[in-house]
């Protein structure tokens, strides 16, 4: 089936810090999705990527689709305490009506 | 607007035991789907329903089955659980396209 692998696996920060994380697969894929998980809490959608190319932002949040349509990435500028967690790509393929996830990145901020 | 509520939020079964485990969704999505999640493991798809109607397994489906009753809910089921099983369930539902999915909370399952 469809595998994204995506890494860092485990990221260790201070506060202020940038962060990037990415996804990659061998396979084409039409929609990208990065969501974030709090403990004890499901998956919170975060951004959505439709078009090649397309770099989008929620707040300190930006993502892009790449141009092979092969990977994606995820920024975070300026991080803070309530960024801690795990997040998390998902790809859509072709009409599939569902997604691959990756394994997640998970983020720890040290005070 | 409750958005996607599953229940219980956390079981404990035996061995052999059955459970279903209930989720409901308000969005009028048509799209609704099963995931378990295990530590290092990421989200891994049971079964889904894109449709009221219609199912179709996901990449785990052994040792489970699943309803959908109406557009509204989806239910999964375990007829005899196994430690296997032990995990983090989540219910998701979206509209057909954009494919933006949308969680529950989650229903913690230990099988001893």
């Known amino acids: 089936g469809q595998q994204l692998n995506q890494s860092p696996q485990s990221m260790f920060i201070q506060e202020g810090e940038d962060v990037s994380m990415n996804c990659t697969s061998s396979?084409?894929?039409?929609?990208w999705l990065w969501y974030k998980q709090d403990p004890g809490e499901g998956p919170v959608l975060l951004i959505a990527?439709?078009?090649?190319?397309e770099l989008t932002s929620n707040g300190r949040l930006t993502a892009q689709f790449g141009i092979t349509r092969k990977d994606s990435f995820l920024n975070i500028s300026a991080s803070i305490p309530s960024d801690v967690g795990i997040y998390f790509c998902?790809?859509?393929?072709?009409?599939?009506?569902?997604?691959?996830f990756g394994q997640g990145t998970r983020l720890t901020i040290n005070p | 607007n409750a958005g996607v509520t599953q229940t219980p939020k956390f079981q404990v079964l035996k061995t052999g035991q059955s459970m279903t485990l209930q989720c409901a969704q308000d969005m009028n999505h048509n799209s609704m789907y099963w995931y378990r999640q295990d530590p290092g493991m990421g989200l891994r798809l049971i079964y889904y329903s894109a449709s009221e109607g219609t199912t179709d397994k996901g990449e785990v489906p052994n040792g489970y089955n699943v309803s959908r009753l109406n557009k509204r809910e989806f239910s999964l089921r375990l007829e005899s659980a196994a430690p296997s099983q032990t995990s983090v369930y989540f219910c998701?539902?979206?509209?057909?396209?954009?494919?933006?999915?949308?969680f529950g909370p989650g229903t913690r399952l230990t099988v001893t």
């Open positions: 998701a539902s979206s509209e057909a396209r954009p494919y933006e999915q949308y």
């Open positions: 998902a790809g859509q393929w072709k009409e599939a009506q569902k997604l691959v």
């Open positions: 396979s084409i894929f039409n929609t």
């Open positions: 990527l439709y078009k090649a190319g």
